[in-house]
């Protein structure tokens, strides 16, 4: 068969590399961007997480510093944090004095602070955030009510509580760090916008003992910073600032001053106060101190770990290209199993089916439908031949075996006498019988590999002056004359029996087929590595739809001809396969009406040595 050169783009190989690249760049886009998007969104949360961490971590500190007066027992609290965090926390005079640290002892401290603790000056205090400025509420000091103060404005806050609620108005009741009541309004207002006149007592929002006192304090420590601004209150009311009043909403202690006048002044006076107050505080709560935060020198465990929503998309991205790959794999698959199904199913009928298979692709599968069905054509070729060897074996038998059968049974009855020429007759057919099983067992002997050859260097002249000289009475009484010419004297590797043999077929058939005054020319010659013997004739010829079939068994372009006219059908397979096992080839050419040229090339060899 001959080779098919299949396109590089539809070769299996390069199919399936395809897939596996397609199936790869999926996986590793998919992975890609899984990652970086995971990665992102992992880093911004911890980011946020570790700023709220951060946060966090300082207002608690700032707590501790606004409601203790020293920091000897807060190493219990950085030790807490940390293992809450997962950060290290460690505390430091401005000195770098250590006051507390969650790390070993020994461990150096970061580079830099994070932040300063000073709850009397803080911009970061935050429950979970929230940025404000100024003094930390918590630090109540002399403004913290007595226990019976709070018990005394706790009653008066139910009880505006209740008026509220009597006129449709809902209230929330909380505390201040200095233990002050106050109503809440829904709308987060630390009074209800709308307050009815029996509600409007103004006892709640009366200042205690413990306010008053520390209030009249914080004005006798202003009253120097104030007198140097020009603001000093307790002369006559001055033209650019006046006192108007106690403010509720004031975070520090529970209580400020209302103060009006032109906005120099009211900044002024407002910093005055914020002065005094933190120096009226100051002995309420602790140094200022450094915060130092690492990440996580304790040996704490990280807190970060994938979000629920990431955890989903590593699995949905991990589904979905093992959802891709499957179906890739499957559309491949499909496309190259079905013709190798085909190819099971045709092979596995029976062999009188002589089934075909389909060729849908140019690839190695496609090459293998082909190859199957050729198979499948020569299979059923063969099984033709054979049937019609089997047939023609036994015509070819039959006839002479019906013959000298014939004659026996006649002259045994008395009807012919067995005189010269009956036994002539016999003998020419007892010779046909013969010559067709030896016709048959040299063809058997080619087709089991076991036709022996006596090799021996054989000169092609002299092998065509033999097979001339055995042939030429057959020739001469046919009408037909032999010639033999010979360029130069090529010489031959070969067992010169089985050469003369297939010369002999050859010179047969043609003489056969040739009319009387025709001729037969038996040549040899050289061409390059072989040796060509040829025979040709000025015969009838073959057609050429019967040319391809010359060389097969018992095969005749005449069907009418007689057997014993026509030949048995086996010379010229005997030609080839005497050919074959030298190492050479035969050919045939033929121009109807001109004659034929049979062709034997044969592999030269070197002339042997004289002496």
Not at 105 to 134: I, Y
Not at 167 to 182: D, K, M, Q
Not at 481 to 487: E, G, I
Request: aromatic share 4%; glycine share 8%.
């Amino acid at each position: 068969m001959k080779r098919v050169r299949i396109p590089l783009r539809k070769r299996l190989l390069v199919r399936l590399l395809s897939a596996s690249a397609l199936i790869a760049v999926c996986s590793v886009a998919a992975t890609a961007w899984l990652a970086v998007t995971t990665t992102t969104r992992a880093l911004r949360e911890e980011q946020g997480q570790a700023l709220a961490d951060d946060m966090d971590i300082l207002a608690r500190l700032s707590g501790y510093a606004a409601t203790h007066p020293d920091w000897k027992g807060v190493q219990a609290t950085v030790r807490a944090l940390s293992a809450q965090t997962g950060r290290r926390i460690a505390l430091t005079t401005a000195d770098r004095t250590l006051l507390a640290d969650s790390a070993p002892r020994g461990t150096s401290l970061p580079p830099r602070a994070a932040a300063t603790v000073d709850p009397l000056r803080t911009d970061t205090f935050s429950e979970r955030g929230a940025q404000l400025s100024g003094t930390d509420p918590r630090v109540v000091g002399p403004y913290r009510l007595t226990t019976t103060e709070r018990t005394q404005l706790d009653a008066l806050a139910r009880k505006r509580q209740s008026c509220f609620a009597r006129h449709g108005i809902e209230t929330t009741l909380t505390r201040t760090p200095s233990g002050r009541p106050v109503l809440t309004a829904a709308e987060g207002t630390t009074e209800p916008g709308y307050v009815p006149e029996p509600c409007a007592d103004g006892m709640l929002n009366t200042p205690a003992p413990t306010e008053e006192k520390a209030l009249a304090a914080l004005r006798q420590q202003a009253r120097g910073c104030l007198t140097r601004h020009g603001l000093d209150t307790g002369a006559p009311l001055s033209p650019a600032l006046r006192f108007v009043g106690l403010d509720s909403r004031d975070p520090a202690g529970g209580f400020g001053y209302l103060m009006k006048g032109d906005a120099k002044a009211v900044r002024a006076a407002q910093a005055c106060l914020d002065d005094a107050r933190r120096t009226q505080l100051d002995p309420y709560v602790a140094p200022v101190a450094e915060l130092f935060l690492g990440g996580g020198d304790n040996g704490a465990a990280p807190r970060w770990d994938l979000s629920p929503a990431n955890k989903t998309k590593v699995v949905g991205a991990a589904g979905l290209v093992l959802a891709v790959t499957v179906a890739v794999t499957a559309v491949v698959a499909t496309r190259l199993v079905r013709p190798l199904r085909a190819l099971t199913e045709a092979a596995q009928q029976p062999p009188d089916r002589h089934a075909r298979v389909p060729v849908t692709t140019r690839d190695e599968t496609g090459i293998l439908a082909e190859a199957f069905n050729d198979l499948a054509e020569r299979r059923e070729r063969i099984e033709a031949q054979r049937k019609a060897l089997v047939s023609d074996v036994a015509h070819e038998l039959r006839s002479p075996l019906t013959n000298i059968r014939g004659w026996l049974e006649v002259t045994r009855d008395g009807l012919v006498e067995p005189d010269a020429e009956l036994l002539a007759a016999l003998h020419e057919e007892a010779l046909v019988l013969q010559r067709v099983i030896d016709d048959l067992r040299d063809l058997a002997a080619a087709d089991a590999g076991t036709l022996r050859l006596h090799r021996e260097p054989v000169a092609a002249d002299e092998l065509l002056a033999q097979v001339t000289a055995a042939h030429r009475v057959a020739a001469e009484a046919a009408g037909v004359t032999l010639r033999t010419r010979t360029d130069g004297t090529p010489w031959l590797d070969a067992d010169p029996v089985r050469l003369r043999q297939a010369l002999g077929n050859l010179v047969t058939n043609a003489v056969r087929h040739t009319p009387p005054g025709g001729t037969v020319t038996l040549t040899a010659r050289r061409e390059d590595a072989q040796v060509l013997l040829e025979v040709a004739d000025t015969g009838t010829g073959i057609a050429a739809e019967d040319l391809p079939h010359v060389f097969e068994r018992f095969w005749r372009a005449e069907k009418s001809r007689s057997r014993r006219t026509g030949g048995s059908g086996l010379g010229l397979p005997i030609v080839r396969h005497l050919t074959a096992a030298h190492g050479g080839t035969a050919d045939a050419a033929s121009t109807p009406g001109e004659g034929s040229v049979f062709t034997l090339r044969l592999p030269a060899a070197t002339p042997p040595r004289d002496g």
